[in-house]
């Protein structure tokens, strides 16, 4: 059974950083596209970015280029979304994704088929 668990939250001032972690078990872990998804309340969830199974691709929203880089170590089975330059609009639940599709649009949900439970990131003026 794959599970996906995400860590490395909290609260944090504007222009600030934080590194997000996700770990996944029960799968084979390079077999996975992975993504990066937040959701702040009464806003549907929105794609934050996206990395190929072996890392050499990588996708992000316009909102957040150029300030947050996503990496993944296979080794480990985790990926990691490195958030710099942080805004107060960036508060939000994250929570990341497995996707076993082979070729599909990785900012929509529903190309993933595995969710972590999220990690909330405040981020204060």
């Known amino acids: 059974q794959v599970q996906v668990g995400e860590s490395g939250g909290g609260l944090v001032q504007a222009g600030g950083s934080l590194r997000l972690s996700c770990a996944a078990s029960?799968?084979?872990?390079?077999?996975?596209?992975m993504g990066w998804f937040r959701q702040a309340p009464g806003i549907e969830r929105e794609f934050v970015a996206a990395i190929s199974k072996s890392g050499g691709i990588t996708l992000y929203a316009t909102s957040v280029k150029g300030r947050f880089t996503i990496s993944r170590d296979n080794v480990k089975n985790t990926v990691y979304l490195q958030m710099n330059s942080l805004k107060p609009e960036d508060t939000a639940v994250y929570s990341c994704?497995?996707?076993?599709?082979?070729?599909?649009?990785?900012?929509?949900?529903?190309?993933?088929?595995?969710w972590g439970q999220g990690t909330q990131v405040t981020v204060s003026s």
């Open positions: 029960g799968g084979t872990f390079n077999s996975y596209a």
């Open positions: 994704a497995m996707s076993s599709v082979p070729i599909g649009d990785r900012t929509r949900v529903g190309t993933y088929d595995y």
